[in-house]
Nanobody, 122 residues
């Protein structure tokens, strides 16, 4: 599967952004979003089950971030609201056919997009 992430940019604190992850190629069960800030490890943001739409979020991001998918467009979105400077990171989308319980781990994902940079200024 090939993944193309887009939608990042420079925004002020309190703003919103919607990231997109366009997928092509073979089918997959789950798509996840991860982020990596400078000097930090890659961390789980959210994941969605392609069939059925079940979602999972990092506890610290619940209520501000929403993951969704458009089956017709083969695209997964990450709506990010009330952005804060600590949300600054490169955001990656990834796909996997591993078990749902593993989607919080980056190591469970074998296909990755190129990343899109989100910068939130104070």
């Amino acid at each position: 599967v090939q993944l193309q992430a887009s939608g990042g940019g420079l925004v002020q604190a309190g703003s919103s952004l919607r990231l997109s992850c366009a997928a092509s190629g073979r089918t997959f069960y789950y798509v996840g979003w991860f982020r990596q800030a400078p000097g930090k490890e890659r961390e789980f943001v959210a994941a969605i089950r392609w069939s059925g739409g079940t979602t999972r979020y990092a506890d610290s991001l619940k209520g501000r971030f929403t993951i969704s998918r458009d089956n017709a467009k083969n695209t997964v979105y990450l709506q990010m609201n009330s952005l804060q400077p600590e949300d600054t990171a490169v955001y990656y989308c990834a796909a996997t056919n591993a078990v749902w319980s593993a989607v919080v781990s980056a190591s469970a994902f074998g296909s990755w997009g190129q990343g899109t940079l989100v910068t939130v200024s104070s």
